[in-house]
T-cell receptor
Framework: DSGVTQTPKHLITATGQRVTLRCSPR?????VYWYQQSLDQGLQFLIQ???????AKGNILERFSAQQFPDLHSELNLSSLELGDSALYFC???????????FGEGSRLTVL | GNSVTQMEGPVTLSEEAFLTINCTYT??????LFWYVQYPGEGLQLLLK?????DKGSNKGFEATYRKETTSFHLEKGSVQVSDSAVYFC?????????????FGTGTRLTVIP
């Protein structure tokens, strides 16, 4: 158990819909990262927050947005969903921005 | 830019065989290098790391040496077990950027058969 909690574990929805994925980092971790894992794209960095502020942005689509709240949990919002958005979405956390990340078990999104 | 090129899989080995998974990198600045492992149905876990040239990271019988001259960080294990079956990811981060986010390779699936 990494200490990073992601909900929901599985989500099935339809094209055009909007979903929110939630992440609770390890206790004491200020930095949160979101990654997308798909068969054809591998592990893609989406976005990083540190203590509530956006620190880095990767290959995140404009239809996607995220935020980190004062209690340090984070949410990833995916809207106008397309079939190609089906993937595993991982949240990871670290005490400070670091390459040593602790990953959650992921949220598997299926868009039908 | 920053990128990692990893040996294509899948790799299938018999128990107690020697394992090498190749990894090379391109980075701006002075990267830190990592190997992460993903067991079936789980998130990624840090396996080992090295933060400067000639450092050797090791854990659970796995080793990798940071080779600046060849920009490589190959993963090795002398005798694999069935429980080592997983997907292995090479990754780098560049601490000087401040964000320090990880850039991953494509992953190599290892299957160890009894």
């Amino acid at each position: 158990d990494s200490g990073v909690t992601q909900t929901p574990k599985h989500l099935i929805t339809a094209t055009g819909q909007r979903v929110t994925l939630r992440c609770s980092p390890r206790s004491g971790d200020l930095s949160v990262y979101w990654y997308q894992q798909s068969l054809d794209q591998g592990l893609q960095f989406l976005i990083q927050y540190y203590n509530g502020e956006e620190r880095a942005k990767g290959n995140i689509l404009e239809r996607f947005s995220a935020q980190q709240f004062p209690d340090l949990h984070s949410e990833l919002n995916l809207s106008s969903l397309e079939l190609g958005d089906s993937a595993l979405y991982f949240c990871a956390s670290s005490v400070v921005p670091s390459g040593e990340l602790f990953f959650g078990e992921g949220s598997r999104l299926t868009v039908l | 830019g920053n990128s990692v090129t990893q040996m294509e899989g899948p790799v299938t080995l018999s128990e107690e065989a020697f394992l090498t998974i190749n990894c090379t990198y391109t980075a701006t600045g002075y990267p830190s290098l990592f190997w992460y492992v993903q067991y079936p149905g789980e998130g990624l876990q840090l396996l080992l790391k090295a933060t400067k040239a000639d450092d050797k990271g090791s854990n659970k019988g796995f080793e990798a040496t940071y080779r600046k001259e060849t920009t490589s960080f190959h993963l090795e294990k002398g005798s694999v077990q069935v429980s080592d079956s997983a997907v292995y990811f090479c990754a780098l981060s560049v601490p000087q950027t401040g964000a320090n986010n990880l850039f991953f390779g494509t992953g190599t699936r290892l299957t160890v058969i009894p």
